[in-house]
Nanobody, 126 residues
C-alpha cells in the first residue's frame, strides 16, 4: 500500500523553528501535489501549505504566510515544511497528503486527497 511518512515534529518554544519532512514508500512524490495539513484538538483538519507537482508553485494559508515554507527535494523523494516563528496556536498534528493539484479553492480541504500520512505532533509551548 502506498504510504506517506511524516517526521520532525516535537516540542518547541514560541518563536522557535522546526522542519517537518514527508517521505514516501513505493511511489515518487514529484508525481503529486503535496499538501501539509494540521489538526488541533477539537478542530477540523486544515490545509496549511501545498506545492504543485509541475512548476513547484506554492500556496499557503493566511495563518502561516510569511512563517512557513514548503519545498521539495526530488532527488531524495522528500517534501519539507520549514516552520519559523512558531506560535502556540500552531500546536497540532501535522499530516502530509498527496493529491493531484494545488489549484482552485479546494487545495486546503481534504477533498481530492489520494494518500495520507499518519501525522507528526508539533507542540509549541514555553
Amino acid at each position: 500500500q502506498l504510504q506517506l511518512v511524516e517526521s520532525g515534529g516535537g516540542l518547541v518554544q514560541p518563536g522557535g523553528s522546526l522542519r517537518l519532512s514527508c517521505a514516501a514508500s513505493k511511489f515518487h512524490l514529484d508525481n503529486y501535489a503535496i499538501t501539509w495539513f494540521r489538526q488541533a484538538p477539537g478542530k477540523e483538519r486544515e490545509g496549511v501549505s501545498c506545492i504543485s507537482r509541475s512548476d513547484e508553485s506554492t500556496r499557503y494559508a493566511d495563518s502561516v504566510k510569511g512563517r512557513f515554507t514548503i519545498s521539495r527535494d526530488n532527488a531524495r523523494n522528500l517534501v519539507y515544511l520549514q516552520m519559523n516563528s512558531l506560535k502556540p496556536e500552531d500546536t497540532a498534528v501535522y499530516y502530509c497528503a498527496a493529491r493531484g493539484t494545488c489549484l482552485g479553492l479546494l487545495w486546503s480541504t481534504v477533498y481530492g486527497v489520494n494518500y495520507w500520512g499518519k501525522g507528526t505532533l508539533v507542540t509549541v509551548s514555553s
